[in-house]
């Protein structure tokens, strides 16, 4: 238990249910496009109500041992994690070559956020 509440893990765990609440209130309301856009902002509104208690902890206790870049770093990694799962699964999306190759460049975008500095 003292390793999930530890700095290291406790804000990549709390980033990542943040991140399934926000996938959700920015882009579950795509579902229903009949739906009258006044009343999707209100209810992704109050979605995204509950991912800022999330994420907001995690940064700040993800920052005791994170750089700001590395948190969001982090959280972008997360975040296409997670949109991936649920571009694919609930709004049964598909996955392309062009949309793997983009995440690819970001991954290696984020391995340079986490590698070091470079030597000079």
């Known amino acids: 238990m003292h390793f999930i509440i530890s700095p290291q893990v406790l804000p990549i765990l709390l980033l990542v249910v943040s991140n399934i609440?926000?996938?959700?209130?920015?882009?579950?309301?795509?579902?229903?496009?009949?739906?009258?856009?006044?009343?999707?902002?209100?209810?992704?509104?109050?979605?995204?109500?509950?991912?800022y208690w999330l994420a907001i902890p995690a940064n700040r206790i993800g920052h005791a041992v994170y750089s700001a870049a590395e948190l969001k770093t982090i959280q972008e990694v997360i975040t296409l994690s997670i949109f991936v799962i649920f571009s694919?699964?609930?709004?049964?999306?598909?996955?392309?070559?062009?949309?793997?190759a983009g995440f690819a460049c970001i991954a290696i975008g984020a391995f340079f956020i986490f590698r070091g500095p470079l030597p000079s």
């Open 21 to 51: 609440f926000m996938t959700f209130a920015w882009y579950g309301h795509l579902k229903f496009p009949g739906h009258s856009l006044w009343l999707v902002v209100m209810i992704s509104w109050g979605i995204a109500f509950f991912e």
């Open 88 to 100: 694919v699964a609930y709004l049964r999306e598909p996955l392309t070559a062009n949309h793997l």
